[in-house]
T-cell receptor
Framework: DAGITQSPRYKITETGRQVTLMCHQT?????MFWYRQDLGHGLRLIYY???????DKGEVPDGYVVSRSKTENFPLTLESATRSQTSVYFC????????????FGPGTRLTVT | AQKITQTQPGMFVQEKEAVTLDCTYD???????LFWYKQPSSGEMIFLIY??????QNATEGRYSLNFQKARKSANLVISASQLGDSAMYFC??????????????FGSGTRLQVQP
């Protein structure tokens, strides 16, 4: 499918488990992002990547790990899930440039019990 | 300090009327970009409109326009001729020039717009 996809769309996991959220884009965009959306906070940046093998922390990176071995994939791993990581997670990408609006995936709703 | 402030948690508008959603921002960077996104109940984030800090004219995209007042640091979204499908959450976001390396956006907390028939 063309565009940006995320999987799974819904996930329930237990505290302490490791979970990986997948993100795939077909545009060959250089930049990719992970945001989390919590009520009252809008979206907050977790990690971003400017290119394959280049990643860096955003505003709320603690407890998360990312990798980007291929341009099109940007997985987000919660190493040991906590209840505070219950959220909706959005992946986004942009080609860069002056305007470079970000294109978002459909989101993954994660519940940590 | 909040970088993006949306002071209206919820708004109501009658169908076919215009509505303004407020957004103020805080930055000391002379180069920045302002964005509005729509999030319907289905959850996806949809890009609506962009305004660059050096743009001389207010941005317009169809029924969406951005009322950019640089001195007041406001970037209000105006939706003309509201439709029922405009009912959604609306987010204002900013990318500062110093963030060009990572191109990340800072989002406000959003305004929920409900269009009434």
């Amino acid at each position: 499918d063309a565009g940006i996809t995320q999987s799974p769309r819904y996930k329930i996991t237990e505290t302490g488990r490791q979970v990986t959220l997948m993100c795939h884009q077909t545009w060959s965009h250089s930049y990719m992002f992970w945001y989390r959306q919590d009520l009252g906070h809008g979206l907050r940046l977790i990690y971003y990547s400017a290119a394959a093998d280049i990643t860096d922390k955003g505003e709320v990176p603690d407890g998360y790990v990312v990798s980007r071995s291929k341009t099109e994939n940007f997985p987000l791993t919660l190493e040991s899930a906590t209840r505070s990581q219950t959220s909706v997670y959005f992946c986004a990408s942009t080609v860069g440039g002056v305007r470079d609006e970000q294109y978002f995936g459909p989101g993954t709703r994660l519940t940590v019990t | 300090a909040q970088k993006i402030t949306q002071t209206q948690p919820g708004m109501f508008v009658q169908e076919k009327e215009a509505v303004t959603l407020d957004c103020t921002y805080d930055t000391s960077d002379p180069s920045y970009g302002l964005f509005w996104y729509k999030q319907p109940s289905s959850g996806e984030m949809i890009f609506l409109i962009y305004q660059g800090s050096y743009d001389q004219q207010n941005a317009t995209e169809g029924r969406y326009s951005l009322n950019f007042q640089k001195a007041r640091k406001s970037a209000n979204l105006v939706i003309s001729a509201s439709q029922l499908g405009d009912s959604a959450m609306y987010f204002c976001a900013m990318r500062e020039g110093q963030d060009m390396g990572r191109r990340a956006l800072t989002f406000g907390s959003g305004t929920r717009l409900q269009v009434q028939p």
